[in-house]
T-cell receptor, first 114, second 114 residues
């Protein structure tokens, strides 16, 4: 399997500021990572696919300029929520798919924008 | 793209009874079907998965069945216990290994009562 560490676990920020969330694959070289958003009592919605060394692939309806993804190494992908607004408040979670297709998730980050 | 439907949205059973959650998928190319358990504010945890070349899989009190013709799969939990209370998500993915992308169902909130 893979051990995935996500940081921070929660963050509160002011409206208009940016927040960076880190997703680390501790024991698996991750060429691909996925970023999801989960609103309360809802399912996990895929936001984007983070690709090591290249641009991320965004799902339809997800603004790439608002949700910046960087995957500069095989162990780290970052998601930056730029100019955050209250409607961006959500649970953000990353996952690392492994060679046998099984995916492992980070702990998630609860973002609250005030 | 893939669409996964999940029913019921909520399920209440008495301790010791069985619980069944059903999912259907739209893309016949999907070949991997995991089930996740998520407790409030926590990461999804894989509890069982099944691949398209298998019709049924069992792990102690948990079993999953897959009907490729009908494009549906089900989770069966027997002898339910209070600690089984959580939200359960089914998912489906196309592709293999690190290229696979999961599409999640809408979730089932399972409540096991004493």
């Amino acid at each position: 399997g893979a051990v995935v560490s996500q940081h921070p676990s929660w963050v509160i920020c002011k409206s208009g500021t940016s927040v960076k969330i880190e997703c680390r694959s501790l024991d698996f070289q991750a060429t691909t990572m996925f970023w999801y958003r989960q609103f309360p009592k809802q399912s996990l919605m895929l936001m984007a696919t983070s690709n090591e060394g290249s641009k991320a692939t965004y799902e339809q309806g997800v603004e790439k300029d608002k949700f910046l993804i960087n995957h500069a190494s095989l162990t780290l992908s970052t998601l930056t929520v730029t100019s955050a607004h209250p409607e961006d408040s959500s649970f953000y979670i990353c996952s690392v798919p492994t060679d046998n297709t099984e995916a492992f998730f980070g702990q998630g980050t609860r973002l609250t924008v005030v | 793209g893939e669409n996964v439907e999940q029913h019921p949205s909520t399920l209440s059973v008495q301790e010791g009874d069985s619980a069944v959650i059903k999912c259907t998928y739209s893309d016949s190319a999907s070949n991997y079907f995991p089930w996740y358990k998520q407790e409030l504010g926590k990461r999804p945890q894989l509890i069982i998965d099944i691949r398209s070349n298998v019709g049924e899989k069992k792990d102690q009190r948990i079993a999953v069945t897959l009907n490729k013709t009908a494009k549906h799969f089900s989770l069966h939990i027997t002898e339910t216990q209070p600690e089984d209370s959580a939200v359960y998500f089914c998912a489906a993915s196309i592709g293999t290994g690190t290229a696979s992308k999961l599409t999640f169902g809408t979730g089932t909130r399972l409540q096991v009562t004493l």
